[in-house]
C-alpha cells in the first residue's frame, strides 16, 4: 500500500513539474483543453516508454542485416561505397547516379513499401513500416484518405475545406495526400491533431516561405515525403488547433518541425534546410520517435532533443536517428541531446563545421555504424561535444561508439561505463550495427523521393 502510494506520488509531482514548464509553450490562454492535452500527453509517454531500450536498438540493428542480405547486388555497392567514402564530393555524384538507375531499397524502412509499381494504391503500407523507438507510430492508418487541393492558408480559425489546415485539426485518424505539387506559405504555425498522416509522395509538395509545423501534446504523427525549407517565425494570435478548439498562441520559434510533450512520432524522407531557428526539435516529454532517412543541408543547429537543463521528465526521452544524410554546410547538434536514450545509427555525416553530436545533462548516446567525414577545419575532428561541463561530470555519461567509420581525422570521445553487454558469455545472441562502411548504400536515397504513380518508387 505504502509502496503503491510511493509510486502514485512521484507520477502526481513528475507531471506538475512538467505542467509547470509547458506553460511557455506558445499556449496564451492556458484552458481546460490544453490542461487536459498537457495530462493525456503525460500518460502517453509513460505508456510509450520502453524499459529495454537495448533491445529496440538490436531489433533494428537486425533489420539492417537482413535488408542488406536481400539487396543482390549489396556487395558490389558496398565495396563502391569504400572507394568513394574519402571524398564527400564524389558521393554526391555517386547517390545522384544510382538514383537515375532501377529503383533499390537497401534499408529495412524502404524495402517495407518501396520499388512496387503499385505503391499508390496502397500507401498505408508505409504504417507497417516504422523502426526504432518510433516503431508503434502508424499515423492515420485507421481513418479515410484527405485530398489537399488548396495550398493557401489565409484562416488560421476556419481554415477552408482542401487546405492542409483544415486537414491537419480534423479529431478522427486521417491520410492526408496532395493532389498536384504544391509549396504552402503557412502563415502561422501549423497544429496538427493526433493519428495523422502526412504523406507528399506523388508530387512536390514544399512547405516554405512561413511559418513551420507543430506537434504539441499529440500521438501518432507520421511526417512523410515533404520538403520544410525557409522557415521563420511566426507572431502568434488565434490559431485554431482542432475542429472543437482555437485560443490565443504566442510567437512560434521558426522550427522546421517542433514536437512539444508527444509520443510515436515518425519523421521519414522529409527534406530540410534553412530553418529560424531548429530543423528538428523534440522537447518537453516527448518520446518514441524514430527520424529516419532525412536529408539535411544549410543549418546551424540542426536536432534539438530536450531544451531545458531542468527538463528532468526528459529522462523518458527516447529516439532513433536512422539512415539519414547529414550534408552541406551544416554547423552542428545533429543532434544535441539531453536526460534521454538516443539511438543514432547508420546516418552519413558528410558535413559540419562546429561537432556532430552534443549533448549535457547525462544523456545515453549509442552511435553505431555511422560514418563521420570530419571539415577541413582545424579544432574541428572531434564529432562530439560535451556542453557546460567538465571531464569529471561527463566521464560518467554513457556515450558509445561502435562500429563507426571515422574519416578524414575525425574522433569520437567516448564515455561512461563499460558496455554491459560485453559481459554477456553468449555474445553471438548480440546483434551488432552493420558496418560503417555500408552507410552510402543504406543512406543512398534520403530525403523526399520522386515518386511517380503506376511507377516504382
Not at 283 to 299: G, L
Request: aromatic share 10%; glycine share 8%; net charge positive.
Amino acid at each position: 500500500m505504502e509502496a503503491t502510494q510511493a509510486k502514485a506520488s512521484f507520477y502526481f509531482c513528475f507531471f506538475f513539474l512538467f505542467l509547470a514548464q509547458t506553460l511557455q509553450a506558445h499556449i496564451v490562454e492556458w484552458d481546460e483543453v490544453w490542461k487536459q492535452r498537457a495530462k493525456d500527453a503525460h500518460e502517453s509517454a509513460l505508456a510509450a516508454y520502453d524499459p529495454n531500450p537495448d533491445l529496440v536498438t538490436q531489433h533494428l540493428n537486425s533489420e539492417v542485416h537482413v535488408s542488406l542480405a536481400r539487396t543482390k547486388s549489396w556487395k558490389h555497392s558496398l565495396a563502391q561505397d569504400i572507394r568513394m567514402s574519402s571524398n564527400s564530393t564524389r558521393r554526391q555524384l555517386l547517390k545522384k547516379s544510382k538514383q537515375k538507375g532501377p529503383c533499390i531499397a537497401s534499408n529495412p524502412i524502404d524495402q517495407c513499401w518501396r520499388c512496387k509499381a503499385n505503391w499508390a494504391n496502397n500507401r498505408k503500407r508505409l504504417a507497417d513500416c516504422a523502426i526504432g523507438f518510433g516503431r508503434n507510430t502508424t499515423g492515420g492508418k485507421q481513418g479515410k484518405f484527405y485530398v489537399v487541393t488548396d495550398d493557401r492558408d489565409d484562416d488560421l480559425v476556419n481554415p477552408r475545406n482542401g487546405t492542409l489546415r483544415h486537414a491537419v485539426i480534423q479529431t478522427e485518424p486521417l491520410w492526408i495526400i496532395f493532389a498536384r505539387d504544391m509549396t504552402i506559405r503557412v502563415s502561422e504555425e501549423l497544429l496538427v491533431y493526433s493519428n495523422k498522416t502526412i504523406d507528399g509522395r506523388g508530387h512536390k509538395v514544399h512547405i516554405a516561405g512561413g511559418a513551420g509545423i507543430t506537434l504539441q501534446f499529440v500521438d501518432n504523427v507520421i511526417i512523410h515525403g515533404i520538403y520544410i525549407h525557409n522557415i521563420h517565425s511566426g507572431h502568434g494570435g488565434t490559431i485554431r488547433d482542432s475542429v472543437n478548439h482555437f485560443g490565443q498562441r504566442g510567437r512560434s520559434d521558426g522550427d522546421g518541425i517542433s514536437v512539444f510533450g508527444s509520443t510515436n512520432i515518425w519523421i521519414d524522407h522529409v527534406s530540410m534546410r534553412q530553418c529560424t531557428d531548429g530543423m528538428i526539435d523534440l522537447i518537453e516529454k516527448t518520446t518514441a520517435v524514430t527520424i529516419s532517412n532525412c536529408h539535411m543541408t544549410d543549418h546551424d543547429e540542426v536536432m534539438l532533443m530536450s531544451a531545458n537543463d531542468k527538463a528532468y521528465y526528459d529522462t523518458i526521452m527516447q529516439v532513433t536517428v536512422a539512415f539519414n544524410h547529414f550534408g552541406k554546410r551544416l554547423v552542428q547538434r545533429m543532434p544535441r541531446c539531453r536526460f534521454g536514450y538516443f539511438h543514432v545509427v547508420n546516418n552519413d555525416y558528410t558535413h559540419w563545421i562546429m561537432y556532430a553530436i552534443g549533448g549535457s545533462q547525462n544523456p545515453t548516446i549509442i552511435s553505431q555504424g555511422n560514418r563521420y567525414i570530419a571539415p577541413n577545419i582545424p579544432g574541428a575532428k572531434e564529432t562530439t561535444k560535451r556542453e557546460e561541463f567538465d571531464e569529471k561530470v561527463w566521464k560518467h555519461w554513457t556515450w558509445r561508439s561502435e562500429g563507426d567509420l571515422l574519416m578524414n581525422g575525425a574522433f569520437f570521445v567516448e564515455s561512461g561505463p563499460p558496455d554491459p553487454k560485453a559481459k554477456i558469455a553468449d555474445k553471438k545472441s548480440l546483434i551488432k550495427a552493420f558496418s560503417a562502411t555500408a552507410v552510402g548504400r543504406l543512406t543512398r536515397s534520403a530525403g523526399a523521393l520522386p515518386c511517380k504513380v503506376n511507377r516504382p518508387c
